[in-house]
């Protein structure tokens, strides 16, 4: 019994001691209650200032997001019309290309090197018809222009066919030979002229005389070719085995006192 009476003693005390600390620690709360901790409202105004700064942080990333996204935008507007510039100077450039070719060939300030162009071209068509009546003149030879890239040339050369093909230049030839080519020259002229405006008439001054008989003949034979053709051919010479090919002649005989006489015949 009487350690009963210890032990109900011994829990009677820690009652009275816990029911005393239960009683100040409520009183601890009521005055804790009735007064907030020192310093929450300065952090609730520093985070509301904190809220009110992020606020405007993300208003202005979303302004500088959108001015981006315009920037963006307008690039790649400017990188399709970039694309579309880029062809143009792409096609613009062939087209400079071709006509920097035509200057480098023909362009000058004086027209000279375009004279030239047109010279060499209508030298060689010209060429082609003199050598066609080359071939019933003087089949031995050909006429070419000097072929020289660097300084192009109007010059002329004759290509030897007996000579296997070798070129000559055309002082070479004697003086018959020299009166045919020339003579294959003023036809092929003539021949030229034709394609817009017809030769009715051809002339021929001197010359006739450096012909031996057989290329007199040769050259005979050509100019009455041309007389059946339709053209009239005139020939001034004083070369008398002449007149037994020649139809039709007009005499020049002079006469006393400077004049002279003209005869048809």
Same mark, same amino acid.
């Given at each position: 019994?009487?350690a009963?009476r210890?032990?109900l003693?011994?829990?009677?005390d820690?009652?009275t001691?816990?029911?005393?600390?239960l009683?100040?620690?409520?009183?601890?709360?009521?005055?804790? %209650?009735?007064?907030?901790? !020192? +310093?929450?409202?300065?952090?609730?105004? #520093?985070? $509301?200032?904190? =809220?009110?700064? &992020? @606020?405007?942080?993300?208003?202005a990333?979303?302004q500088?997001?959108t001015r981006?996204?315009?920037a963006i935008a307008q690039?790649?507007?400017?990188?399709h019309?970039?694309?579309?510039?880029l062809?143009?100077?792409?096609?613009?450039a062939v087209?400079?290309?071709?006509w920097?070719?035509l200057?480098? %060939?023909?362009g000058?300030? !004086? +027209?000279?090197?375009?004279?030239n162009? #047109?010279? $060499?071209?209508t =030298?060689?068509? &010209? @060429?082609?018809?003199?050598?066609?009546h080359?071939q019933h003149?003087?089949?031995r030879?050909q006429l070419e222009?000097i072929?020289?890239?660097?300084?192009?040339?109007l010059?002329?050369?004759v290509?030897?066919q007996?000579?296997g093909?070798?070129l000559?230049?055309?002082?070479?030839?004697?003086?018959?030979?020299?009166?045919?080519v020339?003579?294959a020259l003023?036809l092929g002229?003539a021949s030229?002229?034709s394609n817009?405006?017809?030769v009715e008439?051809?002339f021929?001054?001197?010359g006739?005389?450096s012909?031996?008989?057989?290329t007199?003949?040769?050259?005979?034979?050509a100019?009455d070719?041309?007389?059946?053709?339709?053209?009239?051919v005139?020939?001034?010479?004083?070369?008398?085995?002449m007149t037994?090919?020649i139809?039709t002649?007009?005499?020049?005989?002079?006469g006393?006192g400077?004049?002279s006489?003209?005869?048809?015949?």
């Amino acid at each position: 019994m009487r350690a009963e009476r210890d032990a109900l003693q011994a829990i009677a005390d820690r009652h009275t001691a816990a029911a005393s600390v239960l009683a100040e620690r409520r009183r601890q709360l009521a005055a804790h %209650l009735a007064q907030p901790p !020192d +310093g929450l409202e300065t952090d609730a105004a #520093a985070l $509301q200032a904190a =809220l009110d700064a &992020l @606020l405007l942080e993300r208003q202005a990333a979303n302004q500088e997001a959108t001015r981006l996204r315009l920037a963006i935008a307008q690039d790649d507007a400017r990188r399709h019309g970039a694309q579309a510039m880029l062809a143009q100077i792409e096609a613009q450039a062939v087209i400079e290309r071709r006509w920097a070719s035509l200057n480098e %060939l023909i362009g000058s300030a !004086d +027209g000279k090197k375009f004279r030239n162009y #047109a010279q $060499q071209f209508t =030298l060689e068509v &010209l @060429l082609g018809y003199a050598n066609a009546h080359l071939q019933h003149l003087a089949r031995r030879y050909q006429l070419e222009r000097i072929d020289n890239p660097n300084n192009p040339s109007l010059g002329l050369m004759v290509r030897d066919q007996d000579m296997g093909g070798e070129l000559r230049s055309v002082h070479s030839l004697s003086g018959g030979e020299s009166f045919l080519v020339s003579l294959a020259l003023a036809l092929g002229l003539a021949s030229l002229s034709s394609n817009r405006v017809r030769v009715e008439s051809l002339f021929i001054d001197e010359g006739f005389g450096s012909l031996d008989t057989e290329t007199l003949r040769v050259a005979m034979d050509a100019l009455d070719g041309l007389q059946a053709m339709g053209r009239k051919v005139g020939v001034i010479s004083h070369v008398q085995e002449m007149t037994e090919r020649i139809a039709t002649r007009i005499l020049v005989q002079p006469g006393s006192g400077g004049k002279s006489v003209v005869t048809v015949r």
